[in-house]
């Protein structure tokens, strides 16, 4: 029961990690500038997911199933934002070679 127990933990631990745009970000800033940035975005990031379940357990989606052309506006926006995001980094001009800050 134990060893179950244990296998649920990692199996939660390892999955639970999503490669999302914030945790990239996070390692972007953290290599490319410094750690007290890296924590502030991956702060952010938590609290963006915060109020999107705040909003869901209060029950957005009863309103989004009255409008249903809320649902693939909030998409679009959404891919929108991602598309312009990924843009901006893979046109960013490259790291300076100086190697990052050591904390």
Do not use: E, Q
Request: hydrophobic letters at 50%; one cysteine or more; charged letters at 10%.
């Amino acid at each position: 029961m134990l060893l179950a127990f244990l296998i649920g933990i990692a199996l939660g631990a390892g999955t639970g990690i999503i490669p999302g745009p914030v945790g990239l970000a996070v390692i972007d800033t953290t290599y490319r500038k410094a750690l007290p940035r890296a924590l502030a975005i991956g702060a952010g990031g938590g609290l963006g997911d915060l109020t999107w379940a705040t909003l869901g357990v209060l029950g957005v989606g009863p309103l989004l199933r009255r409008h249903p052309a809320a649902p693939p506006v909030l998409f679009a926006l959404s891919g929108a934002a991602l598309i312009a995001y990924g843009l901006s980094h893979v046109c960013a001009h490259p790291a300076n070679d100086a190697p990052p800050p050591r904390y």
